[in-house]
Nanobody, 132 residues
Framework: VQLVESGGGLVQAGGSLRLTCAAS????????LAWFRQAPGKEREGISV????????AYADSVKGRFTISNDRSKTTASLQMDHRTPEDTAIYYC??????????????????????????WGQGTQVIVFS
């Protein structure tokens, strides 16, 4: 399994940016895909998550109303639409997957507070720098 993020760069505050996470070698049906970010000198922060089975979502307060997570129906590509960017959004952005091997539909919001080691797969990250 490989996750590859793309779409980062040096961008001006206020506009929009779309990050993409491409999955390969991925054949799971029941999982959560999340976006985390890590700003310089800070811990990795979970900001958004989507469930593969019903496309339900959850967001951290820091991005709620500004960012939108999506997962295409083939489930090979996920995106994070970033609107109304601010310099505080400067970070390395990672996509990650947590498998629900036991089935069920655990609540999504608590996953954003889970330790990164709890997730099964990670991408290498893409850098986003927002300047004002």
């Amino acid at each position: 399994v490989q996750l590859v993020e793309s779409g980062g760069g040096l961008v001006q505050a206020g506009g929009s940016l779309r990050l993409t996470c491409a999955a390969s070698g991925f054949h799971f049906e029941n999982y959560a895909l999340a976006w985390f970010r890590q700003a310089p000198g800070k811990e990795r922060e979970g900001i958004s998550v989507i469930r593969s089975t019903d496309y339900s979502t959850a967001y951290a307060d820091s991005v709620k109303g500004r960012f939108t997570i999506s997962n295409d129906r083939s489930k090979t590509t996920a995106s994070l639409q970033m609107d109304h960017r601010t310099p505080e959004d400067t970070a390395i952005y990672y996509c990650t997957v947590l498998l629900f091997l036991g089935g069920g539909t655990p609540p999504l919001a608590p996953l954003l507070s889970r330790h990164p080691a709890a997730f099964d797969y990670w991408g290498q990250g893409t850098q986003v720098i927002v300047f004002s």
